[in-house]
């Protein structure tokens, strides 16, 4: 739910309930029953507002599931060699891993870097397709 479903659904349960605490609220600081009876007509309006909390509420949680549908995975990565600068586009494996990637112009072995699973993942313009899909790499 993004944020102004929420604060939306929020606003529209409170004036939807507001024949309910608003009274409650003027005998509290003292008002007078005349004052209260005023108040209640507000029974009138809160079905309305109830209705439109339910529908912004509901809504939100369309979209929330919305949001986590599998986006589609992206094959082809630019991959840029460090040394030479030779970039080149390839079609990234989706059932192994590229630990070693030859770079073409140079004959440079590319290899991960750091903290990374594949080549794809340090060196090119897409993660490889287990780190698209929110998995460990192989």
């Known amino acids: 739910m993004n944020n102004k479903t929420i604060f939306g659904t929020i606003i529209a349960f409170i004036i939807g309930t507001a024949c309910c605490w608003v009274p409650m609220l003027i005998v509290l600081f003292g008002g007078t029953v005349g004052a209260t009876a005023v108040a209640s007509g507000l029974n009138a309006i809160s079905l309305p507002f109830l209705l439109l909390g339910v529908g912004l509420m509901s809504y939100g949680f369309y979209k929330s599931k919305e949001k986590n549908k599998p986006m589609p995975i992206i094959l082809e990565s630019r991959i840029t060699c460090p040394k030479c600068n030779h970039a080149k586009e390839e079609t990234m494996p989706t059932d192994a891993c590229a630990y070693f990637y030859e770079c073409e112009n140079c ?22 397709p287990p780190i698209q899909e929110g998995k460990a790499c192989c």
């Open 107 to 128: 004959k440079v072995v590319l290899k991960p870097l750091k903290g990374d699973c594949c080549v794809y993942c340090s060196y090119g313009t897409v993660d490889c």
